[in-house]
Nanobody, 128 residues
């Protein structure tokens, strides 16, 4: 059974930084492509960053490029999202997710329906 638990959210001022963590149990940490998604008020859920199982390939939404960095610690089954230069429009609930049966896939970040496992979310609030 796969379980994902996010942490690290909080409230910061614009320009600040946060690092989100996603602790994965089961096969998620060692076998599946994983990603970070967010769902802000009035917006649809969107992919922010994704990473292949071995970390060899990463991808970002345009809104995150140059500011966010995704990484994963396979030994400890933890995925991270370092967020710098935060903006008020980054305010959202952030979720980590794992794509069952997918080791690596380019572009998967844009297809949330392919992710079978989701965490409960962690809130990020950025004030101006």
């Amino acid at each position: 059974q796969v379980q994902l638990v996010e942490s690290g959210g909080g409230s910061v001022q614009a320009g600040g930084s946060l690092r989100l963590s996603c602790a994965a149990s089961g096969d998620a940490g060692s076998k599946y492509y994983m990603g970070w998604f967010r769902h802000g008020w009035g917006n649809e859920r969107e992919g922010v960053a994704g990473i292949c199982t071995d970390g060899s390939y990463v991808e970002y939404d345009d809104s995150a490029k140059g500011r966010f960095t995704i990484s994963r610690d396979k030994a400890n089954n933890i995925m991270y999202l370092q967020m710098n230069s935060l903006k008020p429009e980054d305010t959202a609930m952030y979720y980590c997710a794992a794509a069952r049966g997918t080791y690596c896939s380019h572009g998967l970040l844009h297809y949330p329906s392919n992710f079978a496992y989701w965490g409960q979310g962690t809130q990020v609030t950025v004030s101006s």
